[in-house]
């Protein structure tokens, strides 16, 4: 186990809700990184936060928000849901130290959309 | 063309094989490979890191990177029905965030 948790687990929502997905840290990681996963591909980046600002993003569309906490948890917000989002939900967790960092993956959060 | 290519099988092989799994890349300033694991419904777990061409070796694990024809692969021997799941390459992009940039995955199946 990696020590990085998401909830929920699961959720199911219809086109057009909003949802918000947590992720906790590692204990003494400061920099979280979001994943989406869709069935049969790899994990594409979406954004990172350091120390609680947006540190780069990925090509996602700005529906797609997030949120760093000073205690280094995330949450991950979508907006105006389309089926297209429906996909494992990846957070990861890592400190880095000024030149390579290793990213340490949570379980996931699965959101279906109807 | 993709940042990162790997094919995603499925590939299937009989207990105690010698499995290869290979991935390339197009992005010669890359210097960070990494390999990861994920079984079914569960989140990416790091197998291995390496960051020079060359090989690296862990137990029955081998990483090998040949940075001049962007290639990268894992070995596993004396495989086991538990190495069962999907294995994902992953490059380090350090240009702006640190993000990781994934192959598609390949889905390994170990019969026994």
Known sequence: ETGVTQSPTHLIKTRGQQVTLRCSSQSGHNTVSWYQQALGQGPQFIFQYYREEENGRGNFPPRFSGLQFPNYSSELNVNALELDDSALYLCASSFPRGGSETQYFGPGTRLLVL | ?112
């Open chain 2, 1 to 112: 063309q993709k940042e990162v290519e790997q094919d995603p099988g499925p590939l299937s092989v009989p207990e105690g094989a010698i499995v290869s799994l290979n991935c390339t890349y197009s992005n010669s300033a890359f210097q960070y490979f990494m390999w990861y694991r994920q079984y079914s419904r569960k989140g990416p777990e790091l197998l291995m890191y390496t960051y020079s061409s060359g090989n690296k070796e862990d137990g029955r694990f081998t990483a090998q990177v040949d940075k001049s024809s962007k290639y990268i692969s894992l070995f596993i021997r004396d495989s086991q029905p538990s190495d069962s799941a999907t294995y994902l390459c992953a490059i380090l992009s350090i240009q702006g965030a640190q993000k990781l940039v994934f192959g598609q995955g390949t889905r390994l199946t170990i019969n026994p």
